[in-house]
C-alpha cells in the first residue's frame, strides 16, 4: 500500500510563486486522494506489491486497467514534482553539465524556457510539461492527464504539473504566469542534474 510521502520543503516555503493554500489542496487533498484511490483499487489485486513503476508500465495503454494507471500515474508524478521544486537559491544554480546539454539540445537556457512555456501553455486540458532525456539527449515532452514519460520509453529529468489545481488558486487562468513563476523561481536544478546520471 502507498502512502503520501512528506514534502522536501515547508508548505509556505514556495510563497509568493506558491502559495500555502494551493499546497494544502494540490498536496493534501488531490495527491492524497491519488493514493487513496489507488490503494482501493490494488486491495485485493496482485498488484499490490508492485512499485509504482511496475504498474505504471503494466497498465499503460489497457482500458480496462485505466483507473489504476491513471491514479498510479499521477501519484508517481506528484512525488516526482514536489522534488523539482525547491526555495533554495542554491538549487537553482545549473551545473556545467546540464547547462551544456540545454544549450547543445534548445540553443539557450533562454530557449528552453522559451520552448517550456509553449509546450506547456500548448496541452491543452489536463497535464504535464517534461523535459526528458531520450536516446538523444535532452527534449520537452507534454503529457495529458496522467501520462508520463515511462509509457514513452523516457527518463523524466523535470516536471510541471498543469493541471489547473496547481495554480488556480494563484493565478486562476494566467497559467503562462504560473509556467513563469516556477521555471525562474522554483525548478529545482541540483535535483534535475542527478536525474541526468
Partial sequence: MFTLKSLPFAKNSLEPHMSEKTLDFHYGKHHQAYIDNLNKFLESSEMNTWSLEEIILKTAN???????????????????????LSPKSEDRIISDELLSMINSAFGSLDDFYEQFKAAALGQFGSGWAWLVKGDNGLEILKTANGDNPLTHNL????????WEHSYYLDYQNRRGDFIDAVMKNLFNWNFAAKNII
Fill in 62 to 84: 489497457k482500458s480496462e486497467q485505466s483507473a489504476i494507471f491513471n491514479n498510479a500515474a499521477q501519484v508517481y508524478n506528484h512525488e516526482f514534482f514536489w522534488n523539482c
Fill in 155 to 162: 527518463k523524466p529529468i523535470l516536471a510541471l504539473d498543469i
